[in-house]
C-alpha cells in the first residue's frame, strides 16, 4: 500500500454559513385545569354537580356554545390534573376527564442559511430537485440522536472549540476533571501529564494526534472539521445544522496539514477508536493499494460491534474493478458511501460500484464547520461519508437495541431508489434518514425517458500522444437528452482525464484509470463534447465509443 492516503475530498468551494436551534416539544397542558365532559347535558347545572365540584374545592367554566355538557374545571392549590382526572371518571355524571392541553404551531427556526444546506433539507434551491435530500427535519421529529453515542472521525483532527461544536465533543472521562494537589492546589488532571485512565495515552482528553504523536488533535487542515460539523454540528442558533445534533465526536488525527498520513498512523487512530469506546467510525479518505493490516483492524472492529463508514472515492471509477480503501475491504461493518448532487444524480466525481458501493448521500457543495470556527463549502465523498455516520449515529440513539449489522441494513434497505442510482450503487438509492427511523422500504423511481439507441464509432490516437487537448463531437439534432457508450477507456488514473461536456463546454463528468465499458451520465441538450487531457508521460490506450443514446425533446 501506498505510504500515504490520500485525503477523499475535492473542488473546495467557500462560503461562510451559520446555523439553527430546533426543539421538538413535550406534552404540555395547564397545570391546575382539566376539561370533563358530561354524559347528560342537564345535569351540567345541577346540584349534584355542584357538590361534586365542592368536593375538592373545585371552580367552573362553560365557554362553549355548541358542546353545551362541557366544563373546564378550575383547581384548587395541591390537587394535581392528574388526581382530578381520577376523581371525576368515577363520578356517574361524568364521561371522560382530560388534561386541558397547551399545543404550538409547527415551528421550525432555523438560521437564514439553513436553506443552503440542500442535503438535509432540498426545496428547490439553486435549481436543485425538491426532496432530494434525507428527510432531517421529519427525522428530527423522531430523534435528534444522543451524545452517548460516540463517533469517531480518523481524519486531519476537528476544530474542538469550535462554537458549533464545542458541546457534543466528546471529552475521554478518565482523563477530565480537577483534583488537590499535595500543597492543597486545585489543578486541572486534563494537564498533568498523567495517564490517569491507564490506556497508554497521556491526557488524551479529546482524542490523539497520531500524526504528530501528541495528545492535541485539533484540525489544522479544515477537512476533519468539515466531516465532524456534517455529522453533529449543534442545533443552537449558530452555523449549520449536523444530521446528529445530539452526539459525541471524538477527534482521531493521522492526516497532517497537507491531507496526508501513512497506514501505519490510520491503523493506531482505528485501534484507539476501538479501546476508548467508539460506536461508529467516519472515514473520508483512501488510497488504492489494499493492506492486510487494516482489513483486520477493520474486523477487530466488527467484532466489538463498531461500524466503519468510508468514502468510495472521488476518481469517477468503478470500485467493482478498481478498488479504493478502505472503502472496498469487504469487511461486513463497512459501509461505503457515493455522493449524490443536489439533483438527486450521483455526483460527477463520485467513484461507484454495483457489488462493492452501498449508497449514495449528499456530497456536492455541502456546506460545514471548519478549522478557527470557520464555515466553507465542499465537494467530495468525503461529505457524502459523514452524512452517513451522523444518520447511523441517530439510529444507534434510538435503536439502542440494534447491532452495527442491523443499522447498516436498515440504512441501505430504506434508501431513496431512483434509476440513476440503481446500476451504481448496491442499495440503488440515497440516504434518508426519515426512511431509516420509521422502516420505509420506498418504491424506486421509475426511469421516465425513452433511450434511442444509435450506433457511432469514435476513438482516441492509441495510445494518446503526450500533452494532448483534444476533443470530439456528437450532436444530434431534436435531442433532449444525450449519453455515449465507450467500448474501452485506459487513461492513467488521476493523471489523464476524460472530461464529458455539454453544448456551453460545462464540465458534467470527468473519467480517468481503466473504466473498461460504460455509459457516460446523461447530458442536458443535443449536443455531447469528448475531452481528452494527458500529461507528458506515461501514455495510455485511450477509449473506442461504439454508440450513443438520445431521448427527443417531444415539445
Aim: aromatic share 12%; glycine share 8%; net charge negative.
Amino acid at each position: 500500500m501506498t505510504n500515504f492516503l490520500r485525503c477523499a475530498s475535492i473542488f473546495v468551494f467557500c462560503f461562510l454559513f451559520v446555523s439553527v436551534s430546533y426543539v421538538f416539544g413535550v406534552e404540555e397542558y395547564v397545570k391546575n385545569e382539566v376539561l370533563v365532559k358530561f354524559k347528560d347535558s342537564t345535569v351540567v347545572e345541577s346540584n349534584d354537580v355542584f357538590k361534586l365540584h365542592k368536593k375538592i374545592d373545585a371552580k367552573y367554566r362553560s365557554n362553549f356554545k355548541i358542546f353545551n355538557n362541557f366544563q373546564v374545571i378550575t383547581l384548587p392549590e395541591g390537587v394535581s390534573v392528574k388526581s382530578a382526572i381520577s376523581f371525576y371518571e368515577k363520578s356517574p355524571f361524568i364521561e371522560f376527564a382530560e388534561p386541558n392541553y397547551i399545543y404550538r404551531a409547527f415551528d421550525f427556526n432555523p438560521d437564514p442559511f439553513f436553506r443552503e444546506q440542500w442535503g438535509l433539507n432540498n426545496t428547490g434551491q439553486h435549481s436543485g430537485k425538491v426532496g432530494a435530500d434525507i428527510d432531517a427535519i421529519f427525522a428530527w421529529g423522531i430523534s435528534e440522536g444522543s451524545r452517548d453515542v460516540v463517533v469517531a472521525v480518523i481524519d486531519t483532527g476537528v476544530d474542538y472549540s469550535h462554537p458549533d461544536l464545542v458541546n457534543n465533543i466528546w471529552k475521554n472521562k478518565g482523563e477530565v476533571g480537577q483534583y488537590i494537589s499535595n500543597e492543597g492546589q486545585t489543578l486541572d488532571r486534563a494537564k498533568d501529564g498523567i495517564d490517569n485512565d491507564g490506556n497508554g495515552f497521556i491526557d488524551d482528553v479529546y482524542g490523539w494526534n497520531f500524526y504528530k504523536k501528541t495528545n492535541d488533535p485539533k484540525d489544522d487542515h479544515g477537512h476533519g472539521t468539515h466531516c465532524a460539523g456534517i455529522i453533529g454540528a449543534s442545533h443552537n442558533g449558530i452555523g449549520i445544522m449536523g444530521v446528529a445534533p445530539n452526539v459525541s465526536i471524538m477527534s482521531l488525527k493521522f492526516l497532517g496539514a497537507a491531507g496526508n498520513g501513512t497506514l501505519e498512523d490510520g491503523i493506531l487512530a482505528t485501534e484507539y477508536a476501538i479501546l476508548n469506546g467508539a460506536h461508529i467510525l467516519s472515514n473520508s479518505w483512501g488510497g488504492d493499494g489494499y493492506s492486510k493490516a487494516m482489513f483486520d483492524v477493520i474486523e477487530q472492529a466488527n467484532k466489538k460491534g463498531i461500524l466503519y463508514v468510508a468514502a468510495a472515492g472521488n476518481d469517477h471509477s468503478n470500485n467493482d474493478t478498481q478498488p479504493t480503501y478502505p472503502a472496498s475491504y469487504p469487511n461486513k461493518n463497512v459501509v461505503s458511501v457515493a455522493a449524490s448532487d443536489r439533483h438527486d444524480q450521483a455526483a460527477y466525481f463520485t467513484n461507484w460500484g454495483k457489488t462493492s458501493v452501498h449508497l449514495a448521500a449528499p456530497g456536492m457543495s455541502i456546506f460545514s464547520t471548519i478549522k478557527d470556527g470557520q464555515y466553507k463549502s465542499y465537494s467530495g465523498t468525503s461529505m457524502a461519508c459523514p452524512h452517513v455516520a451522523g444518520a447511523a449515529a441517530v439510529l444507534k440513539s434510538y435503536f439502542p437495541e440494534m447491532s452495527h449489522v442491523q443499522i447498516k441494513e436498515r440504512i441501505l434497505s430504506t434508501t431513496q431508489r431512483n434509476a440513476y442510482f440503481e446500476n451504481l450503487v448496491a442499495s440503488g438509492g440515497r440516504l434518508n434518514l426519515f426512511n431509516a427511523l420509521a422502516n420505509k422500504v420506498p418504491e424506486p423511481e421509475p426511469d421516465p425517458t425513452e433511450w434511442i439507441f444509435n450506433n457511432h464509432q469514435l476513438s482516441s490516437p492509441h495510445k494518446y500522444p503526450p500533452l494532448a487537448k483534444l476533443s470530439w463531437t456528437i450532436h444530434h439534432p431534436g435531442a433532449k437528452f444525450i449519453k455515449v457508450h465507450f467500448k474501452n477507456l485506459v487513461t492513467e488514473k488521476r493523471v489523464d482525464y476524460i472530461a464529458i461536456k455539454n453544448y456551453l463546454s460545462d464540465v458534467k463528468e470527468t473519467l480517468s484509470g481503466n473504466q473498461g465499458s460504460m455509459w457516460t451520465r446523461a447530458i442536458e441538450g443535443d449536443t455531447l463534447i469528448i475531452e481528452l487531457r494527458s500529461d507528458s508521460i506515461n501514455e495510455f490506450f485511450g477509449f473506442e465509443v461504439d454508440q450513443y443514446a438520445v431521448v427527443l425533446d417531444e415539445s
